[in-house]
């Protein structure tokens, strides 16, 4: 019943799951090209040192995260040899890490690049990082249309301390049915390869391709591919056709009824007194709030799952707790589990269903779900 001895409130992380998606993956992209997990903010809220022995048990050897701490949690989790992408600028007064823990980098000018070479010249080795080209994405990158981004690479190169890796890039809409842009942008990934080619210049893998792009856009996936939503079982968007690849979601909200109490008609339950009992109600609390990930602005449309029957929240989601009308679920009893996201017999909650009543995306829905609760991990 009590799933963690903290809390009766849980994320319940499928890990037979997550092997069956990145099993797909690696069949969908084919033999031969590299992948590189993105595990970032914890996995998507999934757990990200968990995720990454999964994925690496199916040869997953490179994974790629946001910030630095992100990336030395995994090397003191026992990731030693494997590659690690830090896919942000990291300023000059922070790449002591970089240095110290081994990781790949992506820079953009060679200011960035020349300080990561003389800060790893100090300790006698070589880093391994790659550059960002913005190809329309507009956050981080060389102007690929810049005829000075060429000669900025030839610079890089010549470092003595900095090997290139490789070049990256990223889609901004290659979720969408139209894939006018997304177009667009690889030939802008391609048009500067060949000119750093050219140039006489070795770029061993090329990426660009995301979740969206591996599923739909085959031409982009070159020597390395970037998966990320996709990974935990969620598709990018409603736009991708979902028949590409065939995955499973990772992660289930759940929590247990911790109070049952009978209110007559006319009650009103939680701040703001926005729900009132329309007939004689049985309302079941559970220790979750908007501090554990379910958005604040759920409970107008909101349900959840009591022994696979749908019930209603019941007034406003408070900071930590949750009330719900049980009145039509039969034999609810004090401890029943509850899924908040998830399966239970017929009845589905997904990351997607949240994300739409609460107009935002499922990548932030599993992301706020992995901040607070306890992670439960299932096979």
């Known amino acids: 019943m009590y799933k963690d001895a903290m809390r009766a409130a849980w994320a319940e992380i499928n890990l037979s799951n997550l092997d069956y998606n990145i099993k797909k993956i690696k069949e969908k992209v084919g033999p031969g090209r590299k992948i590189t997990a993105a595990i970032k903010a914890d996995a998507y809220g999934h757990g990200a040192v968990k995720a990454a022995e999964i994925l690496r048990a ?194 289930s909200i759940k929590a247990n009824i911790v109070q049952l109490k009978k209110v007559p008609v006319g009650t009103s339950i939680s701040y703001g007194r926005k729900f009132t009992a329309q007939r004689n109600s049985i309302i079941a609390t559970i220790p979750l709030g908007y501090g554990d990930g379910l958005p604040r602005r759920y ?7 009591v022994n696979g029957v749908f019930a209603p929240i019941a007034g406003t989601i408070c900071m930590d707790q949750l009330m719900i009308d049980v009145t039509s679920v039969p034999y609810v009893r004090l401890g029943d589990e509850v899924t908040i996201m998830g399966k239970d017999g017929m009845a589905e909650i997904t990351a997607d269903d949240i994300a739409r009543i609460t107009d935002t995306i499922p990548y932030e829905v599993t992301t706020d779900f992995g901040l607070r609760l306890p992670k439960v991990f299932t096979y």
């Open 299 to 305: 409970a107008h449309k909101g349900k959840v799952i």
């Open 58 to 251: 199916n040869g997953v050897n490179s994974f790629a995260v946001a910030t630095l701490s992100e990336a030395v949690r995994l090397r003191n989790s026992g990731f030693i040899l494997e590659e690690i992408l830090v896919q942000t600028i990291t300023p000059e007064p922070l790449i002591d890490p970089i240095i110290e823990h081994r990781l790949s980098p992506f820079v953009c000018t060679y200011e960035n690049a020349e300080a990561i070479s003389k800060a790893a010249a100090k300790e006698g080795i070589i880093i391994h990082g790659y550059i960002a080209v913005d190809t329309g994405m507009g956050r981080i990158g060389l102007n690929p249309n810049d005829s000075t981004s060429v000669d900025e690479v030839k610079m890089i190169a010549g470092l003595p301390n900095f090997k290139i890796e490789g070049l990256v890039s990223h889609f901004a809409t290659a979720d969408h049915a139209d894939k006018t842009f997304s177009a667009f942008q690889e030939q802008q990934f391609m048009v500067f390869y060949k000119k750093l080619i050219k140039a006489d210049l070795k770029i061993p893998f090329r990426s660009i391709a995301n979740s969206a792009a591996i599923m739909e856009i085959g031409s982009s996936h070159f020597e390395m591919v970037r998966p990320g939503i996709v990974l935990y079982g969620i598709y990018p968007s409603d736009e991708v056709d979902r028949e590409q690849i065939d995955i499973k979601p990772v992660m």
